[in-house]
Structure formats: C-alpha cells, structure tokens
C-alpha cells in the first residue's frame, strides 16, 4: 500500500522535532528516521493497529508510537496519515 502524509501530519511532526532537537539534535533524527519506519511497516497490514479511539470509522486506525498516536485512514491501495496526537483527547 502507498503511504500519503497530510500536510497537517507533516507540520506536527517537524514541529515536535524541532522540539526535541533544541535539547538533541541527533534524538531528534534518530525520531524522526524510526517514526517513519515504523509508519511504513504499518503499509503490510494495516488492520492490525487498533481502531482509532477518536473517531467512529473501522477505516481509521491508530498506531501508537512512545506515547504518540498516528492517526491514519485506509482507503483503496493508499494509507492516509494525518494525525499526530500526544496527551490530548482530540486531535
């Protein structure tokens, strides 16, 4: 399956690196190179993240990542991520 990032997931994701880069420079590519790893392995099978507790769709799942929460929707061939969630109730 094709993995597609939202413009939304993007800015979140930098915005909490450059976080973490302001103390670790290298944690932060070490981050960043890992959560994405991770999100890719998810494109095999998908379905085995739970479903997402923000929404009530089966088709949006969550894949939980030290404490973060991807948010992402399976659609025909493509995996959307758009959600980059962490110690809030809401996206």
Same mark, same amino acid.
């Given at each position: 399956?094709?993995?597609?990032?939202?413009?939304?997931?993007?800015?979140?994701?930098?915005?909490?690196?450059?976080? #973490?880069? $302001?103390?670790?420079?290298?944690?932060?590519?070490?981050?960043? %190179?890992? !959560?994405?790893?991770?999100?890719?392995?998810?494109?095999?099978?998908?379905?085995?993240?739970?479903?997402?507790?923000?929404?009530?769709?089966?088709?949006?799942?969550?894949? #939980?990542? $030290?404490?973060?929460?991807?948010?992402?929707?399976?659609?025909? %061939?493509? !995996?959307?991520?758009?959600?980059?969630?962490?110690?809030?109730?809401?996206?």
């Amino acid at each position: 399956m094709k993995i597609i990032y939202t413009e939304s997931f993007v800015l979140r994701l930098e915005k909490q690196l450059q976080f #973490i880069a $302001k103390d670790k420079p290298l944690a932060a590519k070490k981050f960043k %190179k890992n !959560i994405l790893t991770t999100i890719k392995s998810v494109s095999s099978n998908p379905y085995l993240c739970r479903k997402s507790i923000y929404f009530e769709n089966d088709s949006i799942r969550d894949l #939980i990542y $030290k404490g973060y929460t991807i948010v992402f929707r399976i659609k025909e %061939k493509q !995996i959307e991520v758009f959600g980059f969630v962490k110690y809030q109730e809401k996206p």
